[in-house]
């Protein structure tokens, strides 16, 4: 089949990751008798300074076209004094907007092979980890009124309607569904008046999935639970900051950063595909970054858009073997392993596909 997939690079380490990724789904397209037409975009601070805006329109056309986008990560210390909203994360946000990718799905998971690399003691994570974190991406405080009075006073407003909750709680639900049937929902209903509402919703729409268990957390309980019993999670299902937040915290209880993928969906099969972290300028253009999270986000693109689910199953037993082998970038390296580089690390999980 032939399949179009645009492609961000974007900023720091973003286009070393998404070149090694890019190798990994020609070396599927080879072994499985595919075509992937890429099309490569500018977004964030790479079109800021190719087009002064960081989301220009052509972006958000060729990726409307397309069976799915593939990003590497946005923003960078270069453009912090540029304007709040010119900035290259709000390139992101509009992208994430206009493209209506509401459900942000983020696996948790610890790879056994990465055991040592977790920070939690092993009684408390046992023989690993599997939380799918699911946040809600276009709508909340990111996206509600901002405002500010001059040097007296800022504001930005957390609001969510109806449908947004609803739609956003039957994905985490569903996806319970093929999991372990439990949904944890986080909110702050003793303080906020939008989590109040939020929460009401998620029990309305707990009622058609009646097979799945759930549970209410505030956010900082939930954070705390993260860590002295992780295990307790299945699906998580959160607003866009508190997900924000807790997907970085659940994801560091997996050895790194470095390797978490992450889906952004639409109603449809219609997604874009990025690792959870950002654009690590500190370690940008030095061949040093985990491409990982990329490469398995683009799993979860053959998966979701694609239904190519042998495709997905094969690059993620590539990395579990490449893992076994001993192969590990800096951020995931313990002692006795043999330290690869980013471009090492993708030919790895190319001769292990
Ligand atoms: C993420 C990032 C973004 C977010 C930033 C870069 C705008 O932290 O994808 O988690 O806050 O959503
Ligand atoms: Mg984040």
Redesign the pocket.
């Known amino acids: 089949m032939n399949y179009k997939i645009a492609v961000i690079p974007g900023d720091g380490i973003g286009p070393e990751i998404v070149a090694a990724s890019v190798k990994v789904l020609d070396a599927v397209a080879d072994k499985f008798d595919h075509t992937f037409d890429y099309t490569e975009v500018l977004a964030g601070g790479a079109a800021i300074d190719a087009c002064d805006t960081p989301l220009p329109q052509e972006t958000i056309d060729i990726c409307k076209n397309s069976d799915a986008v593939l990003l590497g990560a ?2 960078g210390p270069k453009w912090d004094n540029v304007p709040g909203d010119k900035r290259p ?1 709000a390139g ?2 509009a992208l994430r907007k206009s493209l209506g990718l509401y459900a942000n799905l983020r696996p948790a998971i610890l790879y056994e092979e990465l055991m040592d690399s977790c920070p939690l003691k092993a009684e408390i994570i046992g023989d690993g980890l599997d939380i799918m974190v699911v946040r809600e991406l276009t709508g909340g405080i990111y996206f509600g009124e901002k405002g500010r009075d001059g040097e007296n006073a800022a504001w930005d407003i957390m609001k969510y309607s109806r449908p947004e909750v609803e739609r956003i709680a039957r994905t985490a639900f569903t996806i319970a569904m093929k999991r372990g049937k439990k949904v944890t929902n986080v909110d702050k209903a003793n303080v906020l008046e939008v989590s109040r509402f939020w929460r009401s919703i998620v029990e309305e729409v707990a009622k058609d999935f009646p097979e799945v268990t759930l549970n209410h957390l505030y956010v900082d309980n939930a954070a705390m639970q993260l860590v002295i019993n992780p295990k307790q999670f299945d699906v998580i299902v959160t607003g866009n900051l508190f997900g ?1 937040i807790l ?1 970085d915290e659940a994801s560091m209880l997996t050895g790194s950063i470095g390797m978490l993928p992450s889906a952004s969906m639409s109603d449809g099969k219609f997604g874009m595909y990025e690792p ?1 972290h ?1 654009s690590a300028p500190d370690i940008a253009n030095q061949n040093k970054a985990n491409p990982i999270a990329t490469i398995v986000s683009v799993a979860m693109m053959l998966r979701y858009s694609l239904d190519l689910n042998d495709e997905a199953d094969a690059i993620e037993a590539a990395v579990k073997k490449t893992l076994a082998q001993g192969y590990r970038t800096g951020d995931i390296y313990s002692e006795g392993m043999t330290m690869v580089n980013t471009v090492e690390m993708g030919q790895k999980i190319i001769e292990n596909l």
Do not use: A, N, Q, T
């Open positions: 946005l923003g994360e992101l946000l924000d997907s959870i950002g």
